[in-house]
């Protein structure tokens, strides 16, 4: 049974820790503002505490070994070898693309040679003097095949002296582009003397024991002292859940506490009854049902924060729309944020000829708009002209004025965070939040995960949306898809076709959009690509071009910057190429691209030869159901909250030490205790440290 870890508390944090976490990387000796910026790329921020809360992935064993007796290729050695020779690159040949290497000959004290190999000419005075012949060196590095043994670019090499610079064990941390294991190393090891010096000074029981538990994650002896249950990353697990239940506990207690003191809107226009009566279509009962949710939570004397959950095909927006409708019955404005400009595009697309029909000013503002344009759009909202308004996160720029903000709708909520939830609504009085999501979450999940909100769930999709047909293919067969797919865009179909990554860069056999594009244009020349390496304008280009009924491409390649913002009716087929590398939940949501209009729709789930059991585990469970619910509970079951939502389902609590599947418990234990209402202030130290304080006040 896992013990758990109790807070003591402390009365604020001291001024000389706070600064220290709030400290610059560029700040510590040898990182600089080139690489404090790489850091902030992979930190995701470039502070202290950024990377104090950065776990080292795994522990490499670097312990000394006398012999290269039994070793393996790929093991990882520190040896003491003896220089014998050294080899300088002759010339290389012409045609190839590197080169050769630099051999350095050694031997160990049984005799055991290996050859260590340097690639990069402009250093190799460098190495001949780190490696001199007739010398005993410590070398630290990976063992590649060969006779004998080759050694490529050691990570380590020291004196016999100086040999306890290596360490016997190595956190690795998940890196990026200019960031070396030794310049983690050195700004951690710099980090900590300094923060052992301030917290020692301190008898502080709380500050000991978080700082010490940190410590013991970034100086772990091994892998297994970084799992999810190991001692100290269940501290900090436990700390840091701590900290977000107590800031959705807060949120929503002063949420309540404004019960009687807004101003009761009175309705002043009638636009609903004639917008009902103009739908070509009737609303679910699931519709019905949460619009009814939502008005009640309008007309009541709180601020509404409601959370609609909905499956792909649902009908999210239009019950999104009637708010909008309700609130300008008020008087009052609604914003309706985005995620991308394409999905702002396309939802002023499909609401603006409604709102001129009620006679409803409705515009849309992004990052785009500059000059005249935006001024003019500014302008209108100000007064209060413009009633709906549709658009990025420029809705919130500093230069933009709202009259009165009644409503704030937030499209793609797993995008957005408890302080993201508050400060949206900071552009108005009172203002109501609703936010909607496509990715069905488990109840159990939700409720840990958005606590603070109201959840109402459109569990039906509406009459006539035909089923999409999901099958599963070997990639053997892909030259056959190809045909079928030929016939299909001759008879008028439009097809997606995604892949995991832009390009195989490291030649590990999965789907590469760029060289997909280029192999399908032979058969399908006016084909587009879509990546996340285009530029933004570029992207949103060719999609507009695909979604386009007039345009010749039929074919659109992407990775999965599609999966959410685009919506093509016409398009009847999706390929997932490599579905095996894709969890449920993204699966689902790609499917979801296709099946949008009244013709029957396909998904076919390409997967590779080293496909895994779990992995076909998953395209069966895609393959027989196509309820979204159910599909996030079986994916939570399988992958856990981190492969459930996906790098880009960053507004998701995004945990740097607790795992859903691992610390159950604790999610209870933090929920519980943070419901009590009993905030000391060493829980919001813990709230300030973990992001989730700053924008909240009890």
Not at 487 to 495: E, L, P, R, S
Not at 534 to 540: E, L, N, T
Request: charged letters at 25%; one cysteine or more.
């Amino acid at each position: 049974m896992l013990k758990i870890w109790v807070l003591g508390t402390f009365v604020g944090m001291r001024r000389e820790i706070a600064e220290f976490l709030n400290t610059d990387l560029q700040y510590i000796r040898g990182v600089g503002p080139v690489l404090a910026e790489r850091f902030n790329d992979v930190l995701g921020g470039r502070r202290v505490l950024d990377f104090l809360l950065h776990k080292p992935a795994y522990v490499r064993n670097r312990a000394v070994t006398e012999s290269l007796a039994g070793v393996d290729t790929g093991d990882t050695i520190t040896i003491p070898l003896l220089i014998k020779s050294h080899k300088k690159p002759g010339k290389p040949a012409p045609w190839l693309k590197r080169a050769r290497a630099m051999r350095v000959l050694c031997t160990d004290k049984m005799g055991y040679s290996v050859a260590i190999q340097f690639f990069n000419s402009k250093y190799m005075d460098y190495w001949l003097e780190k490696l001199p012949i007739g010398q005993w060196r410590m070398v630290s590095g990976k063992i590649e095949g060969g006779n004998p043994p080759v050694m490529n670019h050691p990570e380590f090499i020291e004196t016999l002296d100086a040999a306890e610079k290596i360490p016997a064990a190595q956190a690795i941390y998940p890196s990026g582009e200019g960031l070396t294991q030794k310049v983690f190393a050195s700004v951690r090891d710099q980090i900590f003397a300094k923060m052992d010096s301030i917290v020692g000074e301190y008898d502080d029981e709380f500050l000991r024991e978080f700082f010490d538990a940190l410590r013991h994650v970034h100086f772990a002896k091994t892998s297994d002292d970084l799992l999810p249950n190991s001692t100290y990353v269940a501290k900090l697990a436990y700390a840091e859940l701590l900290a977000h239940q107590t800031a959705i506990a807060i949120s929503r207690r002063a949420r309540t506490s404004q019960k009687n003191k807004r101003q009761k809107r009175v309705k002043a226009r009638d636009y609903l009854n004639k917008f009902m009566n103009t739908l070509p279509y009737k609303l679910t009962d699931a519709q019905s049902r949460v619009v009814g949710e939502i008005f009640n939570d309008m007309e009541s004397d709180v601020p509404m924060m409601r959370l609609v959950q909905g499956d792909v095909g649902s009908g999210k927006t239009i019950v999104a729309l009637i708010a909008a409708l309700k609130m300008a019955e008020y008087g009052g404005q609604t914003a309706l944020l985005a995620p991308t400009d394409t999905l702002a595009q396309q939802h002023f697309a499909k609401i603006k000829p409604m709102c001129d029909a009620l006679g409803i000013v409705a515009d849309v503002l992004t990052g785009r708009d500059k000059g005249a344009v935006r001024r003019e759009k500014l302008v209108s909202l100000r007064s209060g002209r413009t009633k709906i308004v549709v658009g990025t996160h420029a809705l919130f720029s500093d230069d933009v004025e709202y009259k009165d903000l009644g409503l704030v709708i937030v499209d793609e909520q797993h995008r957005f965070g408890v302080n993201q939830r508050e400060s949206l609504r900071a552009k108005g009085h009172s203002v109501d939040l609703l936010a909607l999501s496509a990715t069905p979450i488990p109840r159990t999940l939700s409720m840990t995960m958005y606590g603070d909100m109201d959840i109402s769930i459109i569990n039906q999709k509406p009459a006539g949306r035909l089923p999409i047909h999901t099958t599963k293919l070997p990639m053997a067969r892909l030259n056959d898809l190809i045909s079928r797919i030929k016939q299909q865009i001759d008879n008028g179909a439009k097809v997606f076709w995604i892949c995991p990554l832009v390009q195989d860069e490291n030649g590990i056999g999965v789907g590469a959009a760029v060289a997909r594009y280029d192999a399908l244009r032979e058969t399908f020349p006016t084909a587009g690509l879509v990546h996340g390496q285009m530029s933004k304008v570029d992207r949103d280009r060719v999609m507009a071009e695909f979604a386009d009924d007039n345009s010749n491409m039929n074919l659109l390649v992407a990775t999965t910057v599609i999966e959410v913002g685009i919506d093509v009716p016409r398009a009847s087929i999706i390929v997932i190429e490599n579905a095996e590398q894709f969890g449920l939940a993204a699966l689902h949501q790609l499917r979801g691209r296709v099946g949008r209009g009244k013709i029957q729709s396909y998904c076919i789930l390409l997967y590779g030869l080293n496909v895994s059991p779990d992995g076909l585990k998953r395209l069966d469970v895609l393959c027989e159901t196509d309820d979204g619910f159910q599909i996030a509970e079986q994916d939570l079951m399988m992958r856990g909250v981190g492969e459930l939502l996906g790098t880009r389902q960053s507004g998701w609590i995004q945990y740097h030490f607790a795992d859903w599947r691992e610390h159950r418990d604790l999610f209870k234990l933090a929920a519980r205790a943070a419901a009590d209402g009993n905030v000391s202030d060493a829980v919001r130290d813990l709230m300030n440290i973990f992001g989730c304080g700053s924008n909240i006040s009890a």
